[in-house]
């Protein structure tokens, strides 16, 4: 079946620890994307890649960063420098940009921060 | 300031009973509106996107509309099913670059038996 892929689901991390979330995409979409997901407010960019090799900071990419060394796989590292990382972590993807295009998410991950 | 507002922030109702969510935005320049569904602890799903020319666009039991004009638009449930029990987001996407989409904070709605 198609779709996105993240894991883990739940992730535990002590505070002065990187983590890395997958995200993997058999959609053959171009573009991905990494939201966090905080309660009550609403969901805020990371990061973005249109394309092989290249990636954009979103709105709160501080403590954060990604690669995209193949097109299936975007994968996000929270760096002991994101100061409340305790979250839920969405990947995306789409055809193209997200002006038109829709977008198809993966399933989470649950990170917290002990 | 590019803002969308959803009230109400939860919503309880019976099973079978319709319902109708409200999303107010102040987005500029307007490209679509696009409403999720997003299960607890889930990816949301997208349940329909509206361009400028569009004032209703259903999916199944939900109906979408949308008034340019005044920057409203609303997502009406018909007979609800406990399978709805989720929180619904508007989403609206400016047209000043790619990937400028403004999410609402979402709707929380419950349906009980």
């Known amino acids: 079946d198609g779709g996105i892929t993240q894991s883990p689901k739940y992730l535990f991390r002590k505070e002065g620890q990187n983590v890395t979330l997958s995200c993997e995409q058999n959609?053959?979409?171009?573009?991905m994307y990494w939201y966090r997901q905080d309660p009550g407010q609403g969901l805020r960019l990371i990061y973005y890649s249109q394309i092989v090799n290249d990636f954009q900071k979103g709105d709160i990419a501080e403590g954060y960063s990604v690669s995209r060394e193949k097109k299936e796989s975007f994968p996000l590292t929270v760096t002991s420098a994101q100061k409340n990382p305790t979250a839920f972590y969405l990947c995306?993807?789409?055809?193209?940009?997200?002006?038109?295009?829709?977008?198809?998410f993966g399933e989470g991950s649950r990170l917290t921060v002990l | 300031k590019n803002q969308v507002e959803q009230s109400p922030q939860s919503l309880i109702i019976l099973e079978g009973k319709n319902c109708t969510l409200q999303?107010?935005?102040?987005?500029?320049?307007?490209?679509?509106l696009r409403w999720y569904k997003q299960d607890t602890g889930r990816g949301p799903v997208s349940l329909t996107i509206m361009t400028f020319s569009e004032n209703t666009k259903s999916n199944g039991r939900y109906t979408a509309t949308l008034d340019a004009d005044t920057k409203q638009s609303s997502l009406h449930i018909t007979a609800s099913q406990l399978s709805d029990s989720a929180s619904y987001i508007c989403v609206v996407t400016t047209m000043d670059s790619n990937y400028q989409l403004i999410w609402g904070a979402g709707t929380k709605l419950i349906i009980k038996p």
């Open positions: 999303c107010n935005y102040t987005v500029s320049p307007f490209s679509n």
């Open positions: 995306a993807s789409s055809i193209g940009g997200t002006t038109t295009g829709e977008l198809f």
């Open positions: 959609l053959n979409h171009d573009a």
